[in-house]
DNA sequence: CCGCATCCTCATGGATACTG
DNA sequence: CAGTATCCATGAGGATGCGG
């Protein structure tokens, strides 16, 4: 762990534990799903190894993250703990907070699908409850990621297999783009494709902009 | 700036302007006023000179903070822009997680009683507006902050100098304490002492406690 | 292979002194 | 008062080693 700031002061004690380069970055990996530390390795590119081992260590002792024994026999893998699970609400404050950051498009970084799951859960997140339930695909640089509308909320994660009411295809800023545009936080440019049962997806996209 | 995380992901892109250390809690002071150099320095003990013009400078070029002329004359003055500004939700977000670091006392740390301005308010957040408005002084540590509430919603700001229908007296971690219980987190440990028409504090602080 | 630990270099942070 | 300039300590990043 760096140094601490010795304030008393909420936001100085959680940067004291979070706060650290790739300490977020970490948790984000973490609020998807539980990871092997390779998987981490891969998720967060650009992290050097002796770093996410350091880190590893720090969040285990603040309690933020716990170490344990993968289903599968005696391998090493990485969850957070109930308190390290409610960062999710700050950091999906900063991922709204980041979306004029964002639709200006990728540039020259790197990019996964699966790091659309939290902005999409995020921006999504208090969309009027659709009418009915559907599943919507969004195949995004060769990786679908799903978007499961009910009456008591919106659901992201990667596609887990089961059958789609309908698949759209675009990419990564347009998506995020049509997620804030819920929001209304900016305008949709860019082209979208659309595969199956159109009125699916107008059920996740199309509700009235809000405020 | 430190180097870019280059990441196409919003909690990179959010964590490449904001993540470098004293960032937040340079937004934390301008939340909750706009600021001269010499009260930023005061305001966050333990940050270098150099370090904070050198943040100034990032968070101005970034367009989250905007330099400019103080009403008095020719000074210079710091503030949030509006986008800037937008960041009091993840840092409410942030405050919110660190509650169980903060009810443990203060120990060796820097207090400042402006710094309960952002726990109470973020706090206090969502709670059951007043059945009447009132306002309640809380006298910390030699200062007081006021909590202002109406039918709308709760307001915190330190002391404005108009009357208070009470004052409660309390340490910092008694006072998190009670605002804390009032969302079910954590019970009160301490003693409190109040002044005045006890039943304006109950207006703020005795609501139903929630979940 | 996986899960780290060590080593080395260099950019960044921190404390203090100094200047327009 | 509002910052620069300077110097040193520390932490980040990359390569590599190594036991299981």
Redesign the pocket.
């Known amino acids: 762990m760096?140094?601490s700031y010795g304030q008393y002061c909420g936001l100085a004690r959680a940067l004291d534990v979070v706060g650290?380069?790739?300490n977020l970055l970490i948790v984000r990996q973490l609020l998807m799903a539980p990871a092997?530390?390779?998987e981490l390795l891969d998720g967060l590119p650009?992290?050097?190894?002796?770093?996410l081992?350091?880190r590893?260590?720090d969040l285990e002792a603040a309690g933020v993250v716990e170490?344990r024994l993968a289903e599968q026999g005696n391998?090493?893998e990485y969850a957070l703990t109930p308190w390290g699970a409610e960062l999710r609400e700050p950091v999906e404050g900063l991922i709204r907070w980041s979306t004029p950051l964002m639709v200006r498009g990728p540039g020259g970084d790197h990019f996964r699908a699966e790091w659309l799951v939290l902005p999409l859960s995020a921006l999504l997140t208090g969309k009027a409850a659709a009418r009915r339930s559907s599943t919507v695909g969004i195949g995004v640089d060769g990786a679908l990621v799903q978007v499961r509308t009910t009456r008591s909320g919106t659901e992201v994660s990667p596609h887990d297999g089961r059958d789609l009411d309908a698949v759209v295809r675009a990419d990564a800023p347009v998506v995020l783009g049509l997620a804030a545009r819920v929001l209304a936080l900016d305008d949709v440019r860019g082209s979208v494709h659309i595969e199956g049962d159109e009125a699916a997806v107008r059920t996740v996209f199309d509700s009235p902009p809000r405020s």
């Open positions: 760096s140094r650290d380069r790739w092997r530390y390779r650009g992290v050097a190894t002796n770093l081992a350091d590893l260590r170490r391998a090493v």
